[in-house]
């Protein structure tokens, strides 16, 4: 199987941005994140465009069975979701970084508000220990072969809203993974997991001055052809 994951951060102004890289890349090391491999995990962190769109061409030549892009930092919202890259206010559209493999997640943590309404975001927490590490990384790699060719995008906001930011890291990344690893079943689903963080989001942005509300583009397809973000590395089917 060809997969691959690209982290992308513009930590310009944001302490949590470092640390959403770190626990993602550690999330999807670990097995109940899939056991991913460390080369196929690529960090691009305050990126120049021309080196993106590069790293995104070389990707599509890979003809990936599976991708997981996540961008944690600055963004905004005109006519669609606008990340920055750099110091140097480079910026990159959301649909620019979509579409690169048949089966692809994105995951984004970043505001989407409108020019006259910025905020900011960025990260969240820890991770798991090793455990039958060959094993999880082939059962995962399975139940994503499963999955039908699909886009799947994550927004940590709705159009218009500002991201939270926090010392733990941006609050919908870090409820993002305590659902994903809130596992009960041998898997836990994209939607699943979104749905559960969404709620938290939420719940703990009406502690601050505006609401935040996850939003996502999901394919309604069986739940079994779905994408999933996290494996249950103590249970095994026989």
Known sequence: MKKRILLIGNNNGLTGVNIDMKNYYQFFRSPIGGSWEDYEIDKKLNPRKIELQSEIEILKKLDLDYLI???????????????????????IN???IQNIAKRQLNIYDSCRSYPE??????????????MDYQNTRVRYEARIMQAIHQQASLYSCSIGEGSW?????????VQLIKAAKNITNEFKSVGAAHVEAAEK???????????????????????YNELIISINPSRMIL
């Open 69 to 91: 892009v996540v961008f944690s930092g600055h963004g905004g919202q005109i006519r669609e979701t606008v990340l920055e890259l750099n110091s140097s206010s480079e910026t």
């Open 117 to 130: 309404d910025l905020s900011e975001s960025a990260t969240f927490s820890a991770l798991l220990k090793s």
């Open 165 to 173: 930011d926090s010392s733990e890291g941006g609050i919908y990344s």
């Open 201 to 223: 989001t939420l719940e703990v942005s009406k502690t601050k001055p505006k609401l935040q509300h996850p939003d996502a583009t999901l394919l309604r397809c069986m739940s």
């Open 94 to 96: 959301d649909s620019e």
